[in-house]
């Protein structure tokens, strides 16, 4: 499965990952790839959890980018 993770850097220089479609999956790395790195474990042991819990998996978040000419 794929999901989308939005990135952003704190006041402190950490990156800060999370995934919109997975509440509260949020990890966080000293570099943009750390932080990649651990949300991608993150996002494992979530699913696992819900797997275990007979909970459903939310589907992952598509979207389109759109070109606007102006």
Same mark, same amino acid.
Request: aromatic share 4%.
């Given at each position: 499965? @794929?999901? *989308?993770?939005?990135?952003?850097? #704190?006041?402190?220089?950490?990156?800060?990952?999370? /995934?919109?479609?997975?509440?509260?999956?949020? $990890?966080?790395?000293?570099? *943009?790839?750390?932080?990649? #790195? +651990?949300? @991608?474990?993150?996002?494992?042991?979530?699913?696992? $959890?819900?797997?275990?819990? +007979?909970?459903? /998996?939310?589907?992952?978040? $598509?979207?389109?980018?759109?070109? /606007? $000419?102006?």
């Amino acid at each position: 499965m @794929k999901y *989308r993770v939005l990135i952003e850097q #704190d006041e402190d220089g950490v990156y800060i990952a999370e /995934v919109p479609s997975l509440p509260g999956c949020i $990890s966080q790395g000293q570099t *943009r790839r750390e932080a990649l #790195d +651990n949300i @991608k474990e993150a996002i494992a042991a979530y699913l696992e $959890s819900l797997e275990a819990h +007979n909970e459903p /998996v939310p589907p992952p978040i $598509s979207e389109e980018i759109v070109e /606007v $000419s102006v």
